[in-house]
């Protein structure tokens, strides 16, 4: 989230739109129906279902899923055709002045540079003019036919309201209703609030959807202001902490990100880093990479990384794929080229797709270890359950350790909350059994590993053997020093270059934030966005005041928010070019002419001048970016693109299935339904239930109790098409398996036209399995194709293509 | 934190048309009275409360957990409820239908109690101790990872990685048991390594 | 937002109210206290209600209920009814507006109303097996009930359920243990969107009256408070975007009253004590005045008998 849950409160209009905040996240959805009582807020929700946030929406439009790209973009056209842009904003926060370089089109749903060998696009083109003063060539006027604002406009124009209607299904009128209640927000005393979730980001092209929304967002003027921004619902209670931590396989934490092998050497590495500013004066955050990076590698290794070894850096892996993401990881592992896996409180055989896949791959292992505080699936996948996991046991030649671990009431430490909140927990209860911490496990790995290596030697042993571990007990370390590892300390003093006698920073204190860190190896920080959480001041992330002067819902002095204890990301651009807020009803900071002062920690320097420096720091331009340049792997502009199993083909691009860039593995184009396919006729999404919580909860007895037994949603229409009844059995299949499941025979699902040609919607909740206190049932992942994201390879759990028939029933 | 003076913070903030709070709406007085034949004693007292997290989705909701025991005073502590936290800024006591049953996954009949294995082609698992469960992945780790390390690839560039043992964190863990394992897998040389984020 | 009411006690605190309070118990004479509790209600708004079900969770939890785990029966409505355990259930309807032609998802909170003139207790034979305060609750005594069912038989919502592990009725109690030390019910505390909302019924219709005027502004132009007359105004209100058409809502009655063969009951009650004209008479009068199956068994009524023999009257 750009903004933070209580935010939500200051909004005028809340779009919930690849989401279902009512039904994922009913606490944080409370300042939704706060904003409304409060502030008169309207609520607009757009879904292929009439979801539980549309029961209590102002107005619900249905939608094809999959086409939301066609949806905003054909919002964008509607307001930039009828003048509803927040222009001043524009015109001084977003790259619209920017000119393209020459080279550069898009034709037939493909931009310059495609190579549909490689399925990827040469991007050079795809950039700014560069002026020979090494900036970027801008006008102010718009005029220029290739400034970004010019482009976009073409781009969009094609995507009407009767276009938009044809591709979604979106009725038209519906449609204009929605686009125009957005457009009021364009107004300076009218903020959007977009909140999504996994409906926008498990297609090939999430990253897209996302993308688009924030582009209009940008053209409203409502990014960095109270009430509005891009507010991702993250799932989990840590997968904010647990990305920022850089816990993938090609990051490093705070966002920097592992050398590939065609980096070899330091330099090399630094030289796509530590961006240049591309207009004057700006900030440019990226500059101080080499600080964070350095700092980060005296975290990990201490005084075996040194400015002679460049920091340790060989110590580092170097990647000669993208990413290991799981979807690679799980094709490898069916290669038989993966011996052994580690899945720490995941259960993959249920969040994964196509599970027949997953089960053959886990079968390939030699070892898989399972660390989890409960039972799940993936820690018995070879065990036969009759349909719901026909595995053949004696086969499996998978040895499983399945180990106990604490939870949430039984250990200590912190979770980062979607707002960035980094809220700090104690321990309640005893654990049961045996069970241990997570960091007792990994200290239990590291310290025999390590010992084996110093005892037998073997490949590379130089990176295990000086990992940074001093702590109090090796064996259990606690979460205050492993935190404090995380905040960075000063490792021998730096004197002040003005006083000699004074010192900058003083060897063995903690940091206070990340603005000292340093490139020389005088200081050590896990994760530089997180400093200033464990400060000499003390633990930042317990505090509990919960003031909140002039109620602007900020809560500065609650736990800490990173970065830098901020709570509203681009908060600078709450204002216009001269400091005031667009909003004096909403102001968030202001510059009272020497300095910015407000609610808010301001994300520019305190004295930096409004006129100089622009509030999206962490780019070079110090805009935002309407033209993403090579940022995205599938263009600068988004495009609609159908999801790979579709019940159309893509009505702009006939010629191109699913998203041209996606990584597709060869086994898996085969598993996928032809577009129309007639073996597969109905267009299928999955999705979450408020009673339940992923795969966790049918442990619990009351959440089973609450929805006990798997089910699928199908229209009226449908039903009687298939003669179907309501709560009867029915089996659905895809191109990849088959499950029984009672059919819930609803009016909250219809039928969409979708170029003139009826499309039924199959809805699929996730949450049974063959473990837990729930009905055995069948997850959703045994229908669900193999595909990712084109950026970050999420997989595309919800456009995909179902067959369904009334049944008996399993025969278990 | 003075957790009166965080009541009043509310208290004060609070929406227009009701006048206070319900606090002592109830409160008919000060009267001592026994409590009636219907109502059953209150079931919080004496035991003691601690501040937790919600385990679940990111809002991450304050709760409040009640046990009996004190783990704090180095005793064995049980959990006997889970309420919001009243306190908390985004959800002012309040709990969604899977953190109002909390209780029951820390209670869960399936929560995990032992270290266990399950050898080639078993039907079932066996209890095993921790030293020789983790001896085992040790050494099972390590000799994969001598066998399979790439130092340098055949453009001579050092590249260090170990790509035949794969690691896949968590989501509801905490920052700081995520930089523990960073730092244990990531020293490995450890590339295949993801998380939960994209699901 | 309304003001959370603050954390809950872990100390001993004296109750906010008690037997002394009572203003009525069932098939018992009562002096009746001379100091009245402010009454207090529990106002659902079913305007912000996104049926969750925290509401279900939090009374099973609370009150450490057991409920059976079910099966899918074709509605979001889990169980399919209130039981002895489930004291509170969503019942979800799908509703075509034939106004505006849209869809509506109408989910109510369904359980005890809590009124002011309670049907139950004025049908209920066993003395003080319902009782009823002053501030409003009206709550069973399990040990007093002889699970006769007649309760059910008078109560206008349909709401108290026989268990069939011992045979009592059960029903939602208001959380009197938590509201006796300065709580909200525990459905309340946890309602994620403040759809449930506690304090004193004056505040609740005030704060009524704010969402209805916000439900107008929206073209709900029959929004209303439900605080039914008939039974002399409930302790439990809803505010209703439809609230000229209450049975919209999962069959909510549109003008629920006791019905006059338990008033006529209740005369009889109020001067003839059950010890008084022994057991089996007053199950043969309420049989002859109740028409329908009743579930008593031979074997209940003979306990029951010893129960009030026992010196209960």
Known sequence: MTNSWTDIRNTDLVVIMGGNAAEAHPCGFKWVTEAKASRGAKLVVVDPRFTRSAAVADYYAPIRQGTDIAFLNGVINYCIANDKVQWDYVKAFTNASYIVKEGFAYQDGLFTGYDAEKRDYNRSTWDYDIGPDGYAVVDDTLQHPRCVWNLLKAHVAQYTPELVERITGTPKDKFLKVASMIAECSSKTKTMTSMYALGWTQHSKGSQNIRTMAMLQLILGNIGVRGGGMNALRGHSNIQGLTDVGLMSNMIPGYLTLPTEREPDFNAYMSTRGFKPLRPNQMSYWQNYRKFFVSFQKSMWGDAATAENNWAFDYLPKLDVPAYDILRAFELMKQGKITNYICQGFNPMQAFPNRGKLTEALSKLKLLVVMDPLETETARFWENHGVYNPADTAKIQTEVIQLP???????????????????????????????????????????????????????????????????????????????KELNGSVLRDVPDPNDPTKKLLEAGKQVAGFGVLRDDGSTACGNWIYSGSYTEAGNMMARRDNSDPDATGAYLKWSFAWPANRRILYNRASCDIDGKPWDPTRKLIEWDGSKWTGYDVPDIAVTAKPQDVGPFIMNPEGVSRLFARGMMREGPFPVHYEPFESPVANLIAPKIRGNPVARVFKDDFAQFADTASKEFPYAATSYRLTEH???????????????????????????????????????????????????????????????????????????????????????????????????IETPEFKAFLVNIEPTTGPVA | MNMELSRRQFLKTAGAGVAGTTLGAMGFGAIEEAYASTIKPFRLVNTTEVRNTCTYCSVACGILIFTKGNLAKGEKADITHIEGDSDHPTNRGTLCPKGAALLDIVKSETRLKYPMIRRAGSDRFERISWDEALDKIARTLKDDRDANFIARNKDGVTVNRWVTTGFLAASATTNETAWCTYKTVRSLGMLVFDNQARV | ?????????????????????????????????????????????????????????????????????????????????????SLTLMRFTEWVNPETDTLEWLIRKDGCMHCADPGCLKACPAPGAIVQYSNGIVDFDHDRCIGCGYCVKGCPFNIPRISKADHKAYKC?????????????????ACPTQAIVFGTKTQMKEWAEG???????????????????????????????????PSLYAGLPDNPRISRIVEAWKGVTKYVGLGVMGFAAIAGALHYLVAGANKVTPEDEANAEKLTEGGRS
């Not at chain 1, 049961?432 to 084996?452: S, V």
Request: charge should be neutral; proline fraction near 9%; hydrophobic fraction near 35%.
């Open chain 1, 405 to 483: 671990t604490t939870c949430f009431a039984e250990d200590e430490g912190a979770l980062v909350n979607s707002g960035r909140w980094i809220q700090w927990h104690w321990p309640a209860g005893s654990p049961p059994g045996e069970a241990r911490t997570d960091a007792a496990i990994m200290a239990g790995i590291h310290l025999r590993m390590k010992e084996l290596y110093r005892k037998e030697g073997g490949a590379f042993p130089d990176p295990i053997l000086n990992l940074t571990w001093t702590y109090k007990d090796p064996h259990e370390p606690t979460a205050v020093e492993l935190t």
């Open chain 1, 693 to 791: 919580f992923h795969y966790w909860t049918k442990n619990n007895h009351v959440n089973s109790v609450l929805q006990p037994e798997f089910f699928v949603e199908i229209s009226e229409e449908l039903a009687k098409e298939k003669k179907i009844e309501n709560a009867g059995w029915v089996r659905v299949w895809s191109k990849r398996g088959s499950v029984f499941a009672k059919a819930y025979v609803t009016k909250r699902i219809r039928p969409l036209m979708v170029d003139g040609k009826p499309v039924h919607i199959v809805g699929i909740p996730i949450h049974w399995g063959f473990v837990g206190a729930a009905k055995k049932g069948f997850p959703a992942n045994v229908l669900t194709p193999f595909v990712g994201d084109a950026n």
């Open chain 3, 1 to 85: 937002m309304f003001p959370p009411i603050p954390n809950p006690p872990v100390t001993p605190t004296p109750a906010k109210f008690g037997e002394g309070d009572l203003i009525r118990r069932s098939a018992s004479n009562l002096r009746v206290p001379v100091e009245f509790k402010e009454p207090v209600a529990k106002l659902i708004d079913v305007s912000k209600c996104i049926g969750c079900k925290a509401c279900q969770a939090a009374c099973l939890e609370w009150n450490e209920l057991h409920e059976e785990i079910g099966t899918f029966n074709g509605s979001y409505t889990n169980p399919p009814d209130l039981t002895e355990n």
């Open chain 3, 173 to 189: 109690t208001l959380c009197s243990d938590r509201v006796a030390v300065g709580q909200g019910p525990a459905c309340q505390k």
């Open chain 3, 211 to 245: 969402r209805i005027k916000d439900l107008k502004s929206r073209g709900y132009k029959n929004a209303g408070l439900y605080d039914p007359p008939g039974v002399g105004g409930t302790h439990v209100m809803y505010v209703l975007q439809h609230a000229d058409q």
